[in-house]
């Protein structure tokens, strides 16, 4: 018999929140469920945040079920208060298409279009049709404003002032899955927790405009085991573009986790077998490395594929051994001879900064073509280019002229 999907999330330590979840979990054992996940184009790639719904998606699929990936071109022109103390950046609609197209290309690495197995939407063929008299009375008489405002989503905007621009969000997300029930036959609400009450939102709109049946489930956020959020760098986010976050660098970062997220990041972020993830993670000490590893390797072969992935564990490996590598990131850079080392590493964002840069030469952290920089004037030379610079213990760049 086929593990029924509800179990297999439930194990995996996805599963934060659910409506009805004896239904839903006697709902995904008996029929091909269509289900959907929404995306707001905020930027024009994926990140690391976004990878959890991006595998709770792909086992839903693999059980059987049709996902929906659906991408707000109608809701990013508004922007989800949801976790955030500020007003997002309005973007454009040719800022938004570009970034719906950028999300697609991604998703293809972890859902298969092919055959109708999933669907691509995008709520602005419908929300910008909408007018606005129709929505007040089709949908607004559905929401109490008292209801709304006790939303968490709401609450952290309430200090700086909420627009009623923002406001409207959860009502257009609602109106989504109103939307998907009746056009296709999409029966379940998925998304990270802090998606809760725009998911109950769209529930209850569902269930009193049509009559039918309607869920939600939401799945943990990615937090460290201290409760800070994961996948983010000193560059900001940890972006799934490889033109934003090299694949050696992806590798890395999931590479040097705490050995305390060994477990959940194996768990949410890889297909690996749980008694493989439950032997790995327990490994104590230096043999926590080997979990660490295999977590790399296998989270980076999902994001960027098995060529990439083997490329950064080799470039990995022969950085480590202190040798370098042809594969390590490499920054051009122009006119650099005359200048100092640390104005043109912090040009090149090598470093975040002078005065990191001064850090490290103090604690003997930097190295110019394997020799330690003992100076922070340092001025570049002809014959230092191309040069291999180590920035700490283990990580390497090389800077070549443009």
């Not at 968490?152 to 409207?168: H, I, M, P, S, V």
């Not at 090299?246 to 705490?258: C, E, G, H, I, L």
């Not at 993670?281 to 980076?300: F, M, R, W």
Request: glycine share 8%; net charge neutral.
């Amino acid at each position: 018999m086929t593990k029924n999907v509800f179990d297999t999330l439930t194990e995996r330590g996805f599963i934060a929140q659910c409506t009805d979840a004896d239904e839903v979990k006697k709902l995904l054992g008996e029929k091909k469920v269509t289900f959907y996940i929404g995306f707001d184009p905020t930027a024009d790639s994926l990140h690391a945040g976004h990878f959890i719904a991006l595998m709770a998606m792909a086992h839903m699929q693999r059980a059987g079920h049709r996902p929906i990936c659906l991408v707000g071109g109608g809701t990013g022109t508004i922007g989800d208060p949801s976790g955030r103390s500020d007003l997002r950046k309005v973007m454009t609609d040719e800022v938004i298409h570009h970034n719906c197209e950028c999300f697609k290309k991604q998703m293809a690495r972890f859902i298969d279009f092919s055959d109708g197995k999933a669907l691509m939407v995008n709520n602005g063929d419908w929300l910008r049709k909408l007018g606005y008299i129709d929505l007040l009375r089709e949908v607004g008489a559905h929401f109490t404003v008292n209801r709304m405002l006790a939303a968490e989503c709401y609450k952290q905007r309430w200090d700086k002032g909420l627009t009623f621009l923002e406001f409207n969000y959860m009502v257009m997300q609602a109106y989504d899955f109103y939307k998907l029930n009746g056009d296709y036959d999409c029966v379940l609400q998925m998304g990270g927790d802090d998606q809760w009450s725009n998911i109950i939102a769209g529930v209850e709109l569902t269930r009193r405009k049509t009559g039918r049946a309607a869920y939600g489930l939401t799945n943990k956020l990615l937090l460290k085991s201290d409760g800070s959020k994961m996948g983010k760098t000193a560059g900001g986010a940890l972006w799934l573009d490889e033109n934003k976050v090299s694949p050696y660098d992806f590798y890395q970062y999931w590479r040097n986790v705490d050995d305390a997220d060994v477990k959940t990041c194996l768990s949410l972020l890889t297909f690996v077998p749980m008694d493989e993830v439950n032997r790995l993670s327990n490994l104590k000490d230096a043999a926590i490395n080997e979990a660490k590893k295999v977590l790399a390797y296998e989270v980076t072969k999902l994001v960027h594929g098995e060529a990439a992935a083997k490329q950064a564990q080799q470039s990995a490996a022969e950085i480590f051994a202190g040798q370098g590598s042809d594969n390590m990131p490499t920054v051009e850079v122009t006119d650099a001879v005359g200048k100092k080392l640390l104005d043109v590493l912090a040009a090149a964002q090598v470093i975040d900064s002078k005065s990191e840069g001064r850090r490290l030469i103090a604690q003997s952290g930097l190295t110019l073509n394997d020799a330690k920089v003992s100076d922070a004037d340092y001025v570049l030379q002809a014959d230092d280019l191309p040069a291999v610079i180590r920035k700490g213990k283990k990580k390497f760049f090389k800077v070549v002229n443009a």
